[in-house]
Every structure is written in structure tokens, then in C-alpha cells.
């Protein structure tokens, strides 16, 4: 897979998986509500940020491993499935 065809898949993907991840949000109730430490005015679906994520995660194993640098595959791609995941279970709890 070239890299012009990668980017564009992280985009849909990540549009699609965003959007599942705001819908799966709102029929949980998992909104963050409006407050005097809180930048928004109205209640806002969390979790939406597991979608690109997922969608990144996806993408740079489909590549093959030489597109890649291996501290990408070996650091950063496993950092962020950490986080995504400890962000995850945050807006569980």
C-alpha cells in the first residue's frame, strides 16, 4: 500500500470509527456536562478521539514494515493503543 492511499484510508476510517464512537456515546450517556472547569457549554459526547486512534492503529499495520520506522511500530503505535486504551476506560468510569 502506497502512502497517498494510506492517508486517505486513515481519513475515512477514522471519520466512520469517530462517528460509531459518538453514536455508541450518546446511547451510553457518556457526556461530559457543562461546568465552571469545563470549556464547553453544552453536554459533548466523550470518547470520540478512539476513533482516529483505531483508525491510525489499522492503517500503519496494513503497511508494509518498511514504510515505517521501526520506532513507529515498536514506540509510538503501542503508546498510543495505551493511551487510547486508559482514555477509554477513563470516560467508562
Not at 32 to 44: L, M
Not at 58 to 71: I, N
Not at 77 to 92: R, S
Request: proline share 6%; with cysteine.
Amino acid at each position: 500500500m502506497n502512502v497517498l492511499p494510506a492517508v486517505a484510508l486513515t481519513a475515512l476510517a477514522s471519520c466512520v470509527l469517530t462517528g460509531g464512537a459518538i453514536f455508541y456515546a450518546l446511547r451510553r450517556d457518556l457526556l461530559d456536562h457543562p461546568g465552571d472547569r469545563r470549556s464547553h457549554t453544552e453536554a459533548t459526547p466523550s470518547g470520540g478521539g478512539i476513533g482516529m486512534v483505531l483508525a491510525l492503529l489499522a492503517v500503519s499495520y496494513l503497511l508494509p514494515s518498511g514504510r515505517l520506522p521501526g520506532f513507529w511500530l515498536q514506540g509510538i503505535l503501542p503508546g498510543m493503543a495505551v493511551l487510547a486504551a486508559i482514555g477509554w476506560w477513563d470516560d467508562h468510569r
